[in-house]
């Protein structure tokens, strides 16, 4: 089922104020590295119920979106 | 040159926000309603598929349940809507700096200046949705129109997520056909008299003889005269300017009925405590005190009382709001809801003309323990300081009305009236 999972994620917060995340952290520890982001905008999460600031994420050449909404980040879960 | 207005509502706005961060609740009827435990129980939004049930913002939650026996209901959550509203006026304010909210699911914006770089009304609207959509994941209706009063009109001509234009050539076809009860400001009181006219839709209102309007129904009658022929010259009030406050109010429905004039006590003390904390944190003092009692058939009246002095003080509010009470409740029925409201109001540091009959002193020694319960409660919390009489039932005295003021949708006013 699709939904909203919330994840740890390792952050760079750079001098000019900028977020960049770097490493999402599974829930059994497996660390995904963040290859590229190619987009930073406000968008909404239909399939995961949720509006904040959306990251799309290229890791390991598969685009996937995440999520910072206040100071929490999350992804969607798949279908 | 012609002024472009918009008037953004966002749709079914509570419920919408709900079911954005709860996917489950698309597609089934909920609404958003207060507090069931504690009988603040009516329905402040509600979603399309509940709409198809007929049911009504502003009725009493079993009401609604009797229509839709299915529905689920959830309780609102203010500061989460206060903050997607915030977010939205953000959407706004890039498009213009003259928006002036209407309630905290409305506002008009003033793009006349904005056209030049944006495109015209239509296109700016079109935007607006879109961003609303894509960024917060609810849905707004906008209505473009040359006044503020079309321009609400607008919005509501076609819901949900959808553009409405009304300019000079098209409002005879548009606005003309409307119920007048559609009109901003033309409530329940002045369609029944306007029926009574044979005046039935907005077209019969602007095309009514003025003089005849104003001699039934006063200088009201030429407002609505006016908003009905599109000549309403309103401006939208800019961003930073807040509109003045008339009055400050509290008013609370009781966990169980009130049958006693310990109960009343109780509740008032809580009630004019909120409101004079109200009034002293925007510096304001009040002349005249309302009171507002409802019984558990809902029948309800409001008495309201002058004051000697211009107040801040709690025990002053309270003692003229018991007067009131004292003077006006015979609990033939318990009572159900009361409310206390503070109006006439003045900035507080003007000059107060003494009397040789009043005890100054004690007034300057209630007003220092006024301000320091206030800041006992804003370093420890609301429930740190208490007076004495609230722990006789701390059933009835366990609300903070300042912190918990409840923030109703324009649509329940309008359901109101």
């Known amino acids: 089922m699709a939904g909203k999972m919330y994840v740890d994620v390792i952050v760079h917060h750079q001098a000019d104020g900028k977020i960049k995340p770097l490493v999402i952290i599974w829930k059994n520890g497996v660390k995904y590295a963040i290859d590229k982001v190619t987009q930073v905008t406000l968008a909404a999460s239909l399939k995961a119920g949720g509006a904040g600031v959306r990251y799309t994420c290229i890791i390991q050449g598969v685009s996937r979106y995440l999520f910072l909404e206040d100071d929490r980040w999350f992804i969607e879960k798949g279908d | 040159m012609e002024r472009v207005i918009l008037h953004c509502d966002l749709n079914s706005f509570y419920a919408s926000v709900e079911c954005l961060y709860n996917p489950s609740l698309r597609n089934v009827p909920m609404a958003v309603g207060g507090d069931i435990e504690k009988r603040h129980g009516i329905i402040l939004a509600k979603n399309q598929p509940a709409k198809k049930y007929d049911i009504k913002t502003g009725e009493a939650i079993w009401q609604a349940m009797s229509k839709c026996p299915g529905l689920i209901v959830v309780p609102p959550r203010f500061s989460l809507y206060m903050r997607f509203s915030q977010k939205v006026r953000d959407i706004f304010s890039r498009y213009t700096d003259r928006i002036e909210s209407f309630g905290i699911d409305e506002a008009w914006l003033d793009v006349t200046g904005s056209v030049h770089l944006f495109g015209d009304g239509k296109k700016i609207a079109d935007e607006i949705r879109q961003t609303i959509r894509q960024e917060l994941g609810i ?76 001699r039934r129904l006063g200088k009201w009658g030429e407002y609505i005269w006016i908003f009905a022929n599109g000549e309403e010259h309103s401006p939208v009030l800019p961003q930073l300017y807040e509109p003045y406050v008339k009055s400050i109010g509290n008013s609370t429905t009781a966990p169980r009925d009130l049958t006693t004039w310990q109960d009343i006590g109780i509740i008032t003390h809580v009630l004019a405590e909120s409101v004079a904390a109200r009034l002293r944190d925007h510096q304001f003092k009040c002349s005249t005190v309302t009171v507002y009692v409802r019984d558990n058939e809902l029948e309800h009246f409001t008495r309201q009382c002058k004051l000697e002095y211009p107040t801040d003080i709690s025990r002053e509010i309270a003692q003229s709001a018991m007067r009131l009470f004292r003077e006006n409740i015979d609990f033939s029925k318990p009572l159900r809801s009361i409310g206390i409201k503070a109006s006439d109001l003045s900035v507080g540091s003007s000059a107060v003309q003494l009397s040789f009959f009043t005890d100054q002193a004690l007034r300057e020694r209630e007003s220092a323990i006024d301000k320091a319960f206030d800041q006992v409660r804003q370093r420890f919390g609301f429930y740190r300081i208490q007076r004495g009489c609230m722990k006789s039932d701390t059933l009835l005295s366990g609300f903070n009305p300042k912190g918990e003021h409840v923030i109703f949708p324009e649509g329940y006013f309008k359901a109101g009236e």
């Open chain 2, 139 to 214: 849905t707004a209706s906008v209505g473009v129109s040359f006044n503020k009063v079309f321009a609400k009109l607008g919005s509501d001509y076609k819901k949900p997520d959808a553009t409405t234009v009304i300019t000079r050539e098209n409002m005879k076809d548009i606005v003309f056909p409307l119920p007048v009860s559609d009109l901003l400001y033309v409530g329940y009181a002045t369609t029944k008299k306007l029926h009574r006219y044979g005046i039935y839709t907005i077209g019969d209102l602007a095309n009514a003889d003025l003089a005849f309007l104003k």
